[in-house]
């Protein structure tokens, strides 16, 4: 199992750290910068809904670069490196990485050029560039990636279910919360239409267009003599994750 | 973050460096322009604000119907506002709307990751992206909102939304106190990104 996987009710942590600000240094703003250009040039959004035209895009970016990617660099990580490193220091090393492994950039020219800016911080970023390709970018952010695909078809769940979370062997990547894992809930609401996900996650079973489900859970059932009375937990969970209860088979 | 790991003196420095690097590289390579990310983050700080989310709420709190269609198929609602083009864009597409009432209140979370409604919430705070706030509130999450302030009855239901799917929740806190006759605008000026991700109430407005 991956840690990053069962994040859910992990004891021993002690305080939150209520920090409200979005960036807490300037340069977290760059890196977050960086990959939404990634998510809004990636190679995938000729076929999403509003078909954007990537392939005319002048862009030297040719990847698929979504959600999926970026989670599966952090779901990848040391568990205790996870925890060691802010948000967008994971971004920086999963995003630096992604460039150098598909062959945009080498390790070296990054070392030698960061070399240079950690000298001289003030040195100018290099100007220029075609204007389709921040015009995609944006276009992106405000038409979106829908992962709605295909008719709706028959949900093999209703509302008012008894539904017991699958537990497959763990994967590289999934969208099922481990401390929901083996657990019974009730269907409070089936999502219309099928959703697919961006990528297959392989025996975890999502990937292609489903039936996605919110799922109630009482707090007892899901910690026992450790839960708060009155906290219910809402899953939204794809139909992969999802069987009929042993209860409801009898 | 906690700080019990042994860290560079100059991480920050160093990090600083490395991502202007990358993004000194990336245009030198023809993948991004020189003014692709300041637009990107241009986009975020004006158009994609909490602003947008306070003015779904005060709406809300001005007009029943609207609550309730809101609640029902908020993509519909959130389009009938005069709010910047793209609330249903990136991070926006299954925008879902739960809403607080005497006897629930409701929290948003993500244990997974990250998932945040941008175009109504903008960019999740940092305490919302750490695993400390994401793996307590999935099992304690009374306890870490009294730790923040909110202090909720027992008699209260707290139903704790776990963002593993498609929709970007957000929360529609109850209107205070001492807000009668208020304007929409005037309304809208109270309501804060912590009270529509749950973690606290939007508070009356001083007499």
């Known amino acids: 199992m991956k840690l990053q996987h069962h994040l859910g009710g ?17 340069w977290e703003q760059r890196i977050f910068g960086i990959h ?23 862009s030297a970016f040719s990847s698929v670069w979504t959600w999926a990617d970026l989670r599966k660099g952090a779901e990848a990580m040391h568990p205790f490196a996870y ?38 911080p003030g040195l100018d970023l290099p100007e220029g560039g075609d204007e389709r390709i921040d015009d995609q970018v944006i276009r992106y952010l405000r038409e979106g990636d829908s992962p709605r695909q295909g008719p709706a078809g028959s949900p093999a769940f209703a509302v008012g279910d008894r539904v ?42 999502i990937g292609e267009p489903m039936p996605v489900y919110a799922v109630r859970f009482e ?32 | 973050m906690t700080v019990q790991f042994g860290y560079p003196e100059d991480r920050e420095a160093r990090s600083a460096a490395r991502v202007r690097a990358l993004e000194a590289l990336l245009i030198e390579k023809g993948v991004i322009t020189g003014a692709t990310v300041d637009k990107v983050l241009g986009y975020f700080e004006t158009d994609m604000t909490p602003l947008n989310g306070a003015k779904i709420v005060a709406r809300a709190w001005t007009d029943p119907e609207f609550a309730e269609r809101l609640v029902k198929d908020t993509p519909a609602a959130v389009a009938e506002l005069a709010l910047p083009i793209g609330m249903d864009g990136a991070e926006g597409e299954h925008l879902q709307a739960v809403a607080n009432t005497p006897g629930v209140h409701n929290l948003v979370i993500c244990t997974l990751c990250s998932c ?53 929740w957000f929360v529609v806190p109850q209107r205070p106190a001492g807000t009668d006759g208020m304007t929409e605008e005037e309304l809208a000026a109270l309501v804060t990104t912590e009270s529509m991700i749950g973690i606290a109430e939007v508070p009356s407005p001083a007499a």
């Open chain 1, 164 to 205: 017991t979370v699958t537990d497959v062997p763990p994967t590289e990547h999934t969208r099922l919360p481990g401390n929901l894992r083996g657990r019974t809930g009730t269907v409070e609401r089936v999502f219309e239409g099928n959703y697919g996900y961006f990528c297959s996650t392989g025996p975890d079973g």
């Open chain 1, 10 to 26: 992990l004891e021993n942590l002690g305080p939150v750290a209520y920090e409200p600000r979005v960036f807490v240094e300037d």
């Open chain 2, 116 to 168: 945040f409604p941008w175009p109504v919430l903008g960019l999740p705070p940092y305490w919302y992206k750490d695993p400390t706030f994401r793996a307590r509130a999935a099992r304690e999450p009374r306890v870490v909102l009294k730790e923040t302030g909110l202090d909720l009855d027992p008699s209260v239901e707290l139903r704790v939304w776990d963002s593993s799917g498609h929709s970007r």
């Open chain 1, 36 to 58: 939404v250009a990634m998510m809004g040039l990636s190679a995938h959004l000729g076929d999403a809904v509003p078909q954007y035209p990537v392939e005319d895009v002048p």
């Open chain 1, 219 to 250: 707090p007892t059932d899901l910690w026992g003599e450790l839960a708060e009375p009155g906290a219910v937990l809402y899953g939204e969970l794809y139909q992969a994750y999802l069987t009929h209860a042993m209860e409801e088979q009898q």
């Open chain 1, 83 to 120: 925890f060691q490193y802010r948000y967008y220091e994971k971004w920086l090393g999963g995003i630096g990485g992604f460039f150098v492994s598909q062959g945009y950039i080498t390790e070296e020219e990054l070392e030698a050029k960061a070399a240079e800016y950690l000298q001289d």
